[in-house]
Structure formats: structure tokens, C-alpha cells
């Protein structure tokens, strides 16, 4: 059976976590480049982390995006962000 368990670094690091037998999930991230810099410090901290756990992560930046982009932002950014992410889920889901 797999087990998460915090990343060691923990309380140092993100809350990142790994999967200690076999392969974490897949990660989808949007981020907002306009955002709350403290959300975007513990986002990137989180990417940073799970990426070097070696995990599937699939990042995409809007860099002219607010936090809640896909509401408040109508752009072609923001919807081309909004079809990856149906997509992820869909080919994640649906396999």
C-alpha cells in the first residue's frame, strides 16, 4: 500500500509531500503572477519541492493574472490555463 508521508524538511519546506512507494500523482499548478506574493512564495516552494521528489507537476504562469484569473481576468491566457486544466483532469480521470 502507498503511503504519504511530509517531505523531511518539513516545518523548513513547503508542505510539499511525496509518495513513498512508487510515483506521486500528477500535479497541475496555475499560477497567478499578480497573486498575493506570500501565496506565490509557498506555491513556488511547493512546485520547487515536488518537482525534486521527482513528481509529475505541470506548471503554467499567468504572469498578468490575479488571484481568480479564470473569473475576474477574460483573456485568451486565462482561457488557454482553463482548457489545460479540463484536459488534465479529463485525461487523468477518465484513464
Known amino acids: ?21 512508487g510515483d506521486g500523482p500528477p500535479i497541475f499548478v496555475a499560477r497567478a503572477g499578480l497573486d498575493r506574493p506570500g501565496l506565490n512564495e509557498t506555491l513556488d516552494r511547493f512546485t520547487d519541492a515536488a518537482m525534486m521528489a521527482g513528481l509529475d507537476v505541470e506548471l503554467h504562469n499567468h504572469a498578468d493574472g ?14 488557454e490555463i482553463i482548457a489545460r486544466s479540463v484536459e488534465f483532469l479529463k485525461s487523468r480521470l477518465l484513464s
Open 1 to 21: 500500500m502507498d503511503v504519504y508521508r511530509p517531505a523531511p524538511t518539513a516545518g523548513k519546506a513547503p508542505p510539499a509531500v511525496i509518495l513513498v512507494h
Open 66 to 79: 490575479r488571484h481568480a484569473f479564470d473569473v475576474l481576468d477574460p483573456s485568451p491566457r486565462s482561457g
